[in-house]
C-alpha cells in the first residue's frame, strides 16, 4: 500500500498560506498547517517530524523575534539529525544577513531559497515536483509516466485540440482521401506531444486530449501548441500527408489542473478536463492557442508578451489568446 507524503506548512500570512496550499493541493501528498509558533509547538514538532517528508517555513512568523523564530526551528531540525529537506520563504528585506545567517544550516535547506517580493511559482512548483513526486518504490523524485500511481491525484497541464470541420471534411471529399489526411494529423500531433514528453490521452478523429506532467509541464504543453501551429503549414503542403484539397486547421486550449490518475485513460475525468474542452469549444480561434490564466501566471515572460487578454472571463477564470502575427 502507497503513503502518500506528508508536507508540514509553517506560515502566518494567510495569502501566503492560500498561495503555498492551493500549489501542494496539487500533488499527491497531505499538508499539516502551522500558523504560528505556537501551533508549531518544538517539542512536538521534534516528536513528530519523521513524518515529514517536506517543511516549508516563512523565517519571520514572530514580528517580535523577527527571523530568530525561523532559525530557532532550524537549529532543533538539525539538532534532531533529521533528514527532512526544508523550504524557505521569507519576506526578510536584508537578503544578504540572511543568506549569511542561514550557512549553518545547509544540511537540511534543499537548494532554492524564496524571496515573498521576487516569488516565481513555477520554480516552486518545480521543486515540488522533484521533493513529493512518488515513484515505484515510493522514493521521492520527478513525476514520470512511469511511476505515477493510480487513484492518486496529479498536476498536469492539459492540451485540448480540434479540428475544425471534422464532419464536412469526412462528407466532403473522397472517404479513403480523408481519412488518410486524418490519420496523418493525428500522427504528426503525436510526433509533437512525444517531442515534449506527453500523452494522447484520447483522439476521437476531430481531435483529442494530451497531458504533460515530467518536468516543466506548462512551458511543454504551450510549446507543444505552438510546434503544432508552426509546423501545420508544411503538413498542409506535403500532398503525402494532406491528400485533400483543402488545408486542416485547428482549434488549441491549455490550461493547467489536477486529475486522478487511472491507467485506464479513458476513465481520467476531473474539472480541469472539463474546462479545458469547453475554453477549446467556446473560446477557441482557429489556428491560435487559448491558454487560462492557471497556465499563464505559470509562463516565463518570453511566452507570457505573446498572448494578450481576453476583455471577458470564462467560466469565471482569466484567459489569454495567442497574438495575431
Given at each position: ?109 534543499v ?6 517580493d ?42 485540448k ?23 496523418s ?108 490564466n ?17 476583455p ?14
Amino acid at each position: 500500500m502507497t503513503t502518500e507524503p506528508v508536507a508540514l506548512l509553517i506560515e502566518d500570512d494567510p495569502a501566503w498560506r492560500d498561495i503555498i496550499q492551493r500549489k501542494l493541493g496539487q500533488y499527491p501528498c497531505f499538508v499539516e498547517v502551522a500558523e504560528n509558533l505556537g501551533q508549531v509547538d518544538i517539542k512536538f514538532l521534534m516528536g513528530k517530524l519523521s513524518k515529514y517528508s517536506l517543511v516549508i517555513l516563512d523565517l519571520t512568523l514572530d514580528t517580535t523575534l523577527g527571523i530568530k523564530a525561523g532559525l530557532d526551528i532550524l537549529q532543533n531540525i538539525v539538532e534532531h539529525h533529521t533528514d527532512v529537506p526544508v523550504i524557505i520563504i521569507s519576506g526578510y528585506e536584508n537578503r544578504e544577513e540572511l543568506i549569511e545567517k542561514l550557512k549553518p544550516f545547509s544540511q537540511v535547506i534543499v537548494d532554492r531559497l524564496f524571496f515573498k517580493d521576487s516569488f516565481e511559482l513555477a520554480s516552486f512548483d518545480r521543486l515540488l515536483g522533484n521533493l513529493l513526486g512518488v515513484g515505484k518504490t515510493g522514493q521521492r523524485g520527478e513525476p514520470n509516466w512511469q511511476n505515477l500511481q493510480a487513484k492518486l491525484v496529479y498536476a498536469f497541464c492539459f492540451l485540448k485540440i480540434d479540428i475544425k470541420g471534422h464532419s464536412r471534411l469526412l462528407d466532403s471529399y473522397n472517404t479513403i482521401e480523408a481519412s488518410d489526411t486524418l490519420d496523418s494529423f493525428e500522427e504528426f500531433v503525436e510526433l509533437k506531444v512525444d517531442a515534449r514528453h506527453g500523452q494522447i490521452w484520447g483522439w476521437q478523429g476531430d481531435g483529442g486530449l494530451c497531458a504533460f506532467i515530467i518536468g516543466d509541464s506548462v512551458n511543454d504543453a504551450v510549446s507543444c501548441a505552438n510546434d503544432i501551429l508552426d509546423n501545420l503549414p508544411q503538413f498542409n503542403a506535403d500532398r503525402t500527408k494532406n491528400k485533400i484539397r483543402e488545408e486542416i486547421r485547428v482549434r488549441i486550449a491549455v490550461h493547467y489542473g489536477t486529475a486522478r490518475y487511472r491507467y485506464e485513460k479513458g476513465r481520467i475525468h476531473s474539472p480541469a478536463i472539463n474546462f479545458v474542452a469547453h475554453l477549446e469549444a467556446k473560446k477557441g480561434k482557429i489556428n491560435s492557442v487559448c491558454i487560462s490564466n492557471d497556465v499563464w501566471k505559470e509562463l516565463p515572460d518570453r511566452f507570457r508578451s505573446k498572448f494578450e487578454k481576453d476583455p471577458e472571463n470564462f467560466e469565471s477564470k482569466e484567459i489569454f489568446h495567442y497574438k495575431s502575427s
